[in-house]
Nanobody, 119 residues
Framework: QVQLVESGGGLVQPGGSLRLSCVAS????????MGWYRQAPGKQREWVAT???????NYADSVKGRFTISRDMAKNTVYLEMNSLKPEDTAVHYC?????????????WGQGTQVTVSS
């Protein structure tokens, strides 16, 4: 099993910045990818960014150039640095991990952290 705990959300003005953190615990060695998704009110959950075990990163077009995903393996933590925030970035942001546990690929989710971009 893998447990994920997010932090760092909040209220920020348009153009501002926030950094989200996600601490993983449990079967850390089984994780092969981590990332962030978000869900705005009345919309489906959408992919934001991922980072693989090898360090390869990918971003949704809507955040490319503004958001940066990174990790600190010593702290079992993944970060999402969000700059030039827009009102349309307002959503609950969820940390995600893909892991192989007992020969099965499983998806794990954090509880979510609210990001609100408003003046």
């Amino acid at each position: 099993q893998v447990q994920l705990v997010e932090s760092g959300g909040g209220l920020v003005q348009p153009g501002g910045s926030l950094r989200l953190s996600c601490v993983a615990s449990g079967s850390i060695s089984s994780i092969f990818v981590m990332g962030w998704y978000r869900q705005a009110p009345g919309k489906q959950r959408e992919w934001v960014a991922t980072i693989t075990r090898g360090g390869k990163t990918n971003y949704a077009d809507s955040v490319k150039g503004r958001f940066t995903i990174s990790r600190d393996m010593a702290k079992n933590t993944v970060y999402l640095e969000m700059n030039s925030l827009k009102p349309e970035d307002t959503a609950v942001h969820y940390c995600y991990a893909g892991a192989v546990v007992a020969d099965n690929a499983n998806d794990y989710w954090g509880q979510g952290t609210q990001v609100t971009v408003s003046s």
